[in-house]
């Protein structure tokens, strides 16, 4: 029965989903402080060290619930070529929250929704979180700009009183556009074993630490 | 002793093995719903993207016991080329279950198999069980065909009063063929620990996550 | 002052490293139980698929202490190619463990080694054993041949009284050359950790797992 | 708040970040006894099998607190060709930590670094602990040379009386030079639980382990 209505869910929900990979890119230019223009011409000079483009992946782990649903994706970290030609870390990678806002029985509004990139040590706090434990991290997105202080995100993670499962929030103050929006999505245990399990996975690699392993091997000859 | 009588039991039914290696991909292809025919030539369809077809791999985790046999394999998530050439996650990931019928002593017919596919958050669910913790899931597979809730399937986990492991059962309840199967493999804590870190491994694989991080290094030129 | 006493024991050892690396792919064959000649013509017929040889990697994770010295390998499944040119595990991996005595202060001799072939199942055990656990595997490696039951080989891992690490010990019986070898190393909660975290990340390449996830992402092209 | 204290940090310290990326590759060398002119002609003949030489990447772990910073980074082992056309491990992985002392408010002295390089069961020690347990390690980087003895390292590990995190403290007497730094940096819960992940992502690859499982698979064709 859970499994039908998860089904029927998804149907209905599929033409919002198509949106959701159209533009998550958009968000995470948003989210790194560029202008439109200038994040589409910043995305183009992204490119492999081998000259090609990089196809882009959607593959969100997607959560709906009653009065909202949450989805999370992994992003890369960038790197700079140095003078010496060796590689380093220039814009660290995240994990990427959407929450977007239920709007009737399982229809959802992604034209409402706002995201939440947690860090590498963001991430090691939603990990480690005990089955009572609860955590919150604070964001300014204009940080550093002219704007900052008037974008104020805060993600909570709180835990259930008795299931195990636990409650994840979105709160966004929005002192420009006088908003404030909400969203709570109710996580299961099984659900955060999932999210747990892929951020565990994920983090070296937003890290930039796979980039050390997936180096061959380093061999010195024999005398 | 344990081990001698593992090792006869794998000779017995090396015959079944071979059929079970072949037969698999029918059963894939029928879980999605596709008539044989039709299965086929969507099989027929499955390209790398580079345009050749992809090897099949058969590494099952196998538990032979008393009255029936589990095996478990993923199969990895299928992906569509959007139009602006990026890749998104078509078909999920699963870990595909195998139960079949002991029918005499470490004899196995292979022929009265039973399937269930786990999805990201059934296995989540699984693999965060604690050591008196149980779960229970329902699949319908003709959910959303005109055969819709005339087979029914349950799949239980159940903690053992005192060992530390677990009984995995199968129900499958069949209204169009009135036939009703039931499959109960008792899991040691070593087998389940082995599922367990099989699963972990398996998962971001099958939520495509793998895709994100397979990407090469994005590279940002310095200025 | 412990970090300088292990120095000096590499140094003093280095030699008999070198044998070991040498010569553990003979006990490999031995254990399969095949004669050293067609032993020697099996390991030829041991190909990659596109017909190159595969390189040999010695990397073994080697504990010294003051009775007996113990080394710990992976080793990988080899692959059957099927008529259909799938591709099924045909002999399954293995963690290879090789202990030899202590024969004076910090002095080992190779010659007297035994190994154990941990299972993908027995590894499970090991890696899941609770601070308090023990556990106990038998083989016979002669089991189906006409020695069956001359040579019987039992390995132990025993939890510390107060320490929170583990004492593994290895025993083996030889009716036919009238032996009895039993070596014991204490090993340290630290040492424990590493391999638990190693053989949990080897255990999906032992079982063959990591095949299904090195394949191409497959795609379905859009309608 | 505490997320944008941690951005202005990030902006002042650009510079000394720079300088800790070219410099690591010195400590590095002379962490292994080289002297600079015999590190340097060493590191030219640091060659992959195919006779490219590797890029160097950094991304390392980073945290800046009150007194001083902390960074982490994995450094792979070396392999040695052996006559046979086997590879064995020359030189054993480590994960490197650099300490450096605060100056100022948000100003650090990369010239005052310290290093400490954790070998693998270093690193098991460090990802077992318990949330009281506390572990300690010495090194001595003259070890086997003239100066043996003259500067010695510890690292303590040691957990906070309420919070879950960690002081993790190096002490380095030299008494050659007649010094005498300690650095202590308070470790939280969360980026404990990123050095938990990030250490045991590294530990196979530190250890030499996925160059067993980055082997294609092994082939024995039918019958």
New interface residues.
């Given amino acids: 029965?859970?499994?039908?209505s998860k089904?029927l869910l998804h149907?209905r929900n599929q033409l919002s989903q198509k949106r959701l990979?159209?533009e998550v890119a958009n968000d995470y230019q948003w989210l790194h402080g560029m202008s439109t223009l200038a994040g589409l011409s910043a995305a183009r000079?992204?490119?492999?060290?081998?000259g090609r483009s990089?196809?882009?992946?959607?593959?969100p782990?997607s959560i709906y619930k009653g009065k909202a649903a949450l989805s999370a994706?992994?992003?890369?970290?960038?790197?700079?070529?140095?003078?010496?030609?060796?590689?380093?870390?220039?814009?660290r990678g995240v994990i990427f929250l959407t929450f977007w806002p239920a709007i009737g029985e399982r229809k959802y509004d992604w034209d409402k929704r706002q995201t939440f990139a947690l860090s590498?040590?963001?991430?090691?706090?939603l990990?480690?979180l005990g089955p009572k434990d609860s955590?919150e991290?604070?964001?300014?997105p204009s940080?550093?700009s002219s704007n900052a202080g008037q974008v104020r995100k805060s993600l909570s993670i709180k835990a259930h009183d008795n299931s195990g499962g636990y409650f994840i929030s979105l709160n966004v103050v929005n002192n420009i556009l006088k908003t404030n929006d909400r969203f709570v999505v109710p996580v299961?245990?099984?659900?955060?074993?999932?999210m747990?399990?892929?951020f565990?996975?994920?983090?070296?690699?937003i890290?930039?630490?796979?980039?050390?392993?997936n180096?061959?091997?380093?061999?010195?000859?024999?005398k």
């Avoid at 990089?54 to 593959?59: L, V, Y």
């Avoid at 565990?200 to 690699?205: D, I, V």
Wanted: charged share 20%.
């Fill in positions: 029965m859970l499994k039908l089904l149907s990979f159209a000079q992204v490119f492999l060290p081998d990089a196809d882009k992946i959607f593959a782990y994706s992994p992003i890369l970290p960038t790197f700079s070529k140095l003078e010496s030609g060796d590689f380093r870390v220039d814009r590498a040590t963001e991430i090691g706090s990990i480690s955590c991290f604070f964001h300014d940080m550093l299961t245990t099984a659900e955060f074993a999932v747990r399990t892929a565990n996975f994920a983090l070296p690699h890290m930039g630490w796979d980039q050390y392993t180096q061959p091997p380093k061999r010195i000859d024999e």
